[in-house]
């Protein structure tokens, strides 16, 4: 188990920037080898993958966020960050971090490949 919780939403009007949080609890796993994701769902719909970090360092995003969204890893707090920043009201949602083992290459945002999972953060972006 790697228990995560997320924090840092809140609401914030159109071109704002808010940075989230996600602590993860120490475990048997070693933190530094984890890939490590932001997820997102608004109401009605799908959770989508919003961005990821690889153990290797290496990072992938969804299209409308790269450029705007930033993450980053601080391995000794075990603790991952999600800065965002020119919001839109389309980035509303409850927001979850996730991790899995990785493979030492890289990662993706399809969360069938996520194991552990925290307990979202609401974002509200007002227009």
């Known amino acids: 188990q790697v228990p995560l919780a997320e924090s840092g939403g809140g609401s914030v009007q159109a071109g704002g920037s808010l940075r989230l949080s996600c602590l993860a609890s120490?475990?048997?796993?070693?933190?530094?080898?984890?890939?490590m994701a932001w997820f997102r769902q608004a109401p009605g719909k799908e959770r989508e993958g919003v961005g990821c970090l690889a153990s290797s360092g290496r990072a992938n995003w969804q299209d409308s966020v790269k450029g705007r969204f930033t993450i980053s890893k601080d391995n000794a707090q075990r603790t991952l960050y999600l800065q965002m920043n020119s919001l839109e009201p389309e980035d509303t949602a409850m927001y979850y971090c996730?991790?899995?083992?990785?493979?030492?290459?890289?990662?993706?945002?399809?969360?069938?490949?996520?194991?552990?999972w925290g307990r979202g953060t609401q974002v509200t972006v007002s227009s």
């Open positions: 120490a475990s048997g796993l070693t933190y530094s080898t984890l890939d």
């Open positions: 996730a991790a899995r083992v990785g493979d030492g290459w890289n990662c993706g945002i399809d969360s069938r490949q996520y194991n552990y």
